[in-house]
């Protein structure tokens, strides 16, 4: 258990409709890092937290939106969903980011696997 | 754009071989991470690497960065079922880069009893 928590598991929706994935990082861990990750695109990293700040952003659509609370926990809102949106969807915390990062190692949490029908 | 790629993509072999997978870049990379990802769950990184030579050993895993930091294996003496997975290298993305992680493809094993 690597402390991070992902919720729903799983998730099955139809074409076009918003659904929102939800991450709590580990205790005393302030980045928090979505990936999604497909059959044919490997994990690909979406964007990054920092204390509530977005501090990078991979290859995000436009209809994908995230945001870090104050409470450090994370949401993913992904809209318009489209076929291709079907994926796992990962979590990962780490305990800082820039020079103070022990090598950014980061911890997963299980995923939420997106189903869009 | 660095990239990190991972040979082979698949591995298939009986309980008790060995096996060394790789993964290799045209970039410098500060370190190099190995993480393992078992079906329907998140990847758990097993090692981090950071000096250029450096080997690092997790009981029957054996981890080597290579001299220019540029490349990585991890070799495993004899596999057993319970080694079955995706192993991912990752390493740090570049331009002020310790936000983001950059991941090989991997490398699906199967270990046959």
């Known amino acids: 258990d690597s402390g991070v928590t992902q919720t729903p598991k799983h998730l099955i929706t139809a074409t076009g409709q918003r659904v929102t994935l939800r991450c709590s990082p580990r205790s005393g861990d302030l980045s928090v890092y979505w990936y999604q990750q497909s059959l044919d695109q490997g994990l690909q990293f979406l964007i990054q937290y920092y204390n509530g700040e977005e501090r990078a952003k991979g290859n995000i659509l436009e209809r994908f939106s995230a945001q870090q609370f104050p409470d450090l926990h994370s949401e993913l809102n992904l809209s318009s969903l489209e076929l291709g949106d079907s994926a796992l969807y990962f979590c990962?915390?780490?305990?800082?980011?820039?020079?103070?990062?022990?090598?950014?190692?980061?911890?997963f949490g299980p995923g939420t696997r997106l189903t869009v029908l | 754009t660095q990239l990190l790629e991972q040979s082979p993509q698949f591995l298939s072999i009986q309980e008790g071989e060995n096996l060394t997978v790789y993964c290799n870049s045209s970039?410098?990379?500060?370190?190099l991470q190995w993480y393992r990802q078992e079906p329907g769950e998140g990847p758990v990184l097993l090692v981090t690497v950071v000096t250029g030579g450096e080997v690092k050993k997790l009981k029957r895993l054996t981890f080597q960065f290579g001299d220019a930091r540029k490349d990585s294996s991890l070799h495993i003496t004899a596999a057993q079922p319970g080694d079955t997975g995706l192993y991912l290298c990752?390493?740090?993305?570049?331009?002020?880069?310790?936000?983001?992680?950059?991941f090989g493809a991997g490398t699906r094993l199967a270990v046959h009893p």
């Open positions: 990962a915390s780490s305990p800082v980011w820039g020079d103070f990062s022990s090598y950014n190692e980061q911890f």
């Open positions: 990752a390493g740090p993305g570049e331009a002020g880069g310790y936000n983001k992680l950059i």
């Open positions: 970039s410098v990379f500060s370190s």
